[in-house]
């Protein structure tokens, strides 16, 4: 069907940082497949034990205990504030199932007849029914209304606007089941999340026994420099979602909640792929290596000369951006307004051999692999500088 606008732009192979297009072009990967290959193109480690895999048991059912799946979810929960686990397929099934524990909360924890969730405006948690409604994002639900109910939307970062909010909300009584936020905005404009706004939602839920989720499907799995988005916060939700990253281009989402959260029983919710043994064994290899190579100090020392390299881009082309924000190797260069729009750079940048995405119309995002080296940081803001100075 005709849903996506798309480049003509066919890549037929990967390594590592690089892909290759089918005239033989080579473009360097600062997409990764949106946040998704987290090792790069076709590592040998993750392609290895995907074969393995494959040899031994790709798909079995929930109707039996899987030990893959259960590694997975040991090592999720030993390297986060969760204790357990639940598998699909996507960021917005993982954000669905988010939804539905929220409201399991809100019905047998609060004693809520209709429950609210309460999200960001500029969010971004997926394209189903409820997911997209929980995306604070007008041009997302237009066409395809009505809505689900139960949702409202407050600034991001906004302490003031979010107190109001949840004080209207409960004004009768209880009626909020939970918060559910992204530590940094992707889809959004890449805008992190300021600590001392998401200290006070914390203590604010933790009065009333509001849930607070967080969406980690694009900062999630060590894009931040660190595991989880929330560790550059400094606070903990009761559950969060993953999906992107952890497959490293296997699909596969989780929702992972704390012990005191684990409110869906069995025959409540479920997924026929979700968990199997296939995707699993991509998110642990995943997990794995990151471990192994030590991405995540990588991940931060590319992420501080990504920004120092971006800084000097802007200082040498400051009528075309105006800042450059971020974390880890999830950056924003923020345009201008008046001049270049973020889908003409990176028009631009593939012209030059460089695969950016845009957040939105005026921040062209960076997502590279995690495994990317400092010549190729080099080469990227090299050739971002070429696209600028094409279209500037
Ligand atoms: C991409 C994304 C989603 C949706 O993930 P899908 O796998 O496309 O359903 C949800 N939340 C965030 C924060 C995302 O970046």
């Given at each position: 069907?005709?849903?996506?606008?798309?480049?003509?732009?066919?890549?037929?192979?990967?390594?590592?940082?690089?892909?290759?297009?089918?005239?033989?072009?080579r473009y360097l990967d600062a997409v990764a497949g949106i946040a998704v290959c987290t090792l790069g193109h076709s590592d040998p480690v993750l392609r290895r034990r995907l074969c393995r895999q494959l040899r031994?048991?790709?798909?079995?059912?929930?109707?039996?205990?899987?030990?893959?799946?259960?590694q997975l979810a040991a090592a999720i929960a030993a390297r986060s504030c969760a204790d357990r686990v639940f598998f699909c397929n996507s960021g917005a099934e993982a954000n669905e199932a988010a939804i539905k524990l929220a409201r399991k909360h809100g019905h047998d924890v609060r004693g809520i007849e209709r429950p609210l969730i309460l999200t960001a405006e500029s969010s971004f948690h997926?394209?189903?029914?409820?997911?997209v409604t929980a995306t604070g994002q007008p041009k997302y639900h237009q066409g395809f209304e009505p809505m689900v109910e139960g949702f409202r939307y407050f600034p991001y970062n906004d302490t003031v606007a979010f107190e109001a909010l949840?004080?209207?909300c409960e004004a009768e009584g209880p009626r909020v089941a939970a918060v559910l936020l992204e530590p940094l905005q992707g889809e959004g404009g890449v805008i992190p999340g300021d600590p001392a706004f998401f200290r006070r939602v914390r203590q604010l839920c933790d009065e009333r026994r509001i849930l607070l989720i967080f969406d980690e499907v694009q900062i999630g799995v060590g894009r931040s420099g660190?595991?989880?988005?929330?560790?550059?916060?400094?606070?903990?939700?009761d559950a969060f979602t993953l999906a992107k990253g952890l497959g490293g281009g296997i699909p596969i989402g989780a929702l992972a909640v704390k012990d005191a959260v684990d409110l869906l029983r069995p025959g409540e919710h479920a997924s026929t792929f979700g968990g199997n043994p296939f995707a699993c064994r991509a998110g642990l290899t995943v997990i794995e290596e990151i471990e192994k190579r030590q991405l995540l100090p990588h991940v931060q020392r590319m992420g501080e000369r990504l920004e120092h390299l971006l800084a000097e881009l802007q200082a040498s082309h400051p009528t075309l951006i105006e800042g450059v924000r971020g974390w880890g190797l999830l950056r924003g260069v923020v345009l201008r307004e008046g001049g270049p729009t973020a889908p003409q750079v990176v028009q631009a940048a593939m012209d030059e051999g460089l695969l950016l995405v845009p957040a939105g119309t005026r921040v062209v995002r960076i997502v590279p692999p995690l495994v990317i080296r400092p010549r190729h940081l080099r080469t990227l803001v090299k050739r971002l500088g070429r696209a600028l100075e094409r279209v500037g």
């Open positions: 069907m005709n849903t996506y606008g798309r480049f003509p732009l066919e890549l037929v192979r990967g390594k590592g940082v690089w892909l290759t297009d089918r005239d033989g072009r031994k048991l790709q798909h079995v059912s929930n109707l039996y205990r899987i030990p893959e799946q259960e997926g394209r189903t029914l409820a997911a949840l004080k209207q660190r595991w989880w988005g929330y560790e550059q916060l400094g606070v903990e939700p």
